[in-house]
């Protein structure tokens, strides 16, 4: 082995600078490549977007992170500028759909909200930094707890979680004082750990993969010596020599010029969907490659909080001093956080309810919640997904997609236990709507995708049995240096947020990459 290794890492999301700072501060001598398809948004690569004070710079930076569907490049595909294709939903801000109706799209008619973030930071430049450890049947059964517990702990310190925000509000402990009397026998609510600094003045710096990279981002560090971000660059194949990753093979966007980096480690972080495409298209085809796709389904509402319930747990003073806090930081709408977790038996469920000023969508002034004085919760659950091989991304060998890789096809379908936790949460959430205040958007489940939290594609398992892409520290089967990260490598049925457990189990990839260096 090289005594210099070169690692290059393919993707700047969470993931891709979990396993980069890993392995420069475990190896004094390694070096790290990252190449990221998106631009670079903002001065210190990864940050969130949430933290940029200037609207316009903020829609600015959503929309460069928006690929296909986005200014410039939607109109290069043919589809201009505000055309709604028929069909078509709309992406949350930062993303852009796969299935996007114009040439080169993935076909998703069973997952049509499927969506990425194309940009420096990837998704976690756009992320709710929502962080609930998983728990129960959630984690994997193949790490033992002690093990896993100083995973997440590392993982909790590299995201910079604390499970305390808001918990000063006291508008967000009435919220979960009625929290509590109306979901009756379920765990007792909390509140929802999150990903960030609180600042002085009660507002928090929200984290990206920022706060992961860390001292790589800071120029004055001596691993930023060893760490090169390389933004605009599009991966498209992953050179191999019998067992070995040699290096890839990557697209200057800039100058459209292609050329083969050599390297002695390849970690590839692309998300869920462009993870096993890139394998894909470089040869790599394991039978569960793309397969096993889960997500959470998630039924949402939103309600204006009742006066009369909200007064009995907090003062006109405690309003007061709430909305003082928030009108330090108007352009980030999000206050108290809480939920209610995952428990077996009884609640095999999250909720999660946040507490903002106004709804998520526009509200008529002549609504009569409109401008409701004690504000809105926006409520959702998250519910288990069953992984089954029959759901998953195919690639086509023939067809290529906009970006020149072969294109996808999701194919999904929710099964009779799904049906029948999501008629029950449905009927939950309707049960505590109905305790904080008055429905203005009544329960609904969203479509197949919306959840933005794709898991299994590229499942870590124990054995290389045609059900798993990786080993247990996600390193590809039959390969020696080649790993896998992200919410794919997650084998199990979920129903928290899966950011924080995908770092933990790049924590546990890198480590083992470190000693194999
Ligand atoms: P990503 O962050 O998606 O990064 C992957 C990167 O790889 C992208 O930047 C992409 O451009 C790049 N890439 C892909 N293909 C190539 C290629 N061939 N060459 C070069 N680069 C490539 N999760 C939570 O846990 N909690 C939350 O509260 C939460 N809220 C969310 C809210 C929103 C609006 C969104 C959009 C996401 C949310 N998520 C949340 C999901 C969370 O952001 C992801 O779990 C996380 O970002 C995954 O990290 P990653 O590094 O694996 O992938």
Known sequence: MNDQP?????GSGPIGSTFARELLERHPRARVVMFEAGPQLTAVPGESVRNIPSPDEKARARELSQGPQAGALRESLGIPAGTVVEGMFTARQGTHLLDFGGEGAAHAPTFPAAAASTNVGGMGAHWTCATPRPSGSERVD???DAEWDALIQRAEELLHVQSAAFADS???????????????????????????DPQPDGTVRWAGADVVLGPLADPGSPLAARFELRDLSLVHQIVVDGARATGVVVEDLRTRETATVEADLVVVAADAFRTPQLLWASGIRPRALGRYLTEHPVVISTVALSGDQMSRFASEAD????????AANPVDPVAAVNRIPFAEPGHPYSLQVMYAEQPPFPLDESHPHAGNRWGYVNMGYGMRKRPRFED??????DELDYRGLPNMTIEYALGPEEEAEIADATERLRRIGEGLGVFIAEPRLMPNGSSLHYQGTTRIGVADDGTSVADPHSRVWGFENLYVGGNGTIPTATTMNPTLMSVALAVRAAQDAATRL
């Not at 006291?170 to 960030?196: H, N």
């Not at 309003?319 to 928030?326: T, V």
Request: glycine share 8%; hydrophobic share 55%.
């Open 142 to 144: 193949f790490i033992d």
């Open 170 to 196: 006291a508008v967000g402990a009435a919220i979960r004082s009625l929290l509590e009397e109306a979901a009756g026998s379920d765990p007792a609510p909390s509140t929802l750990p999150v990903a960030g």
């Open 392 to 397: 998953g991304v195919t690639f086509s060998d």
């Open 319 to 326: 309003l007061e001093a709430e909305l003082a806090r928030r």
């Open 6 to 10: 070169v690692i290059a890492v393919v």
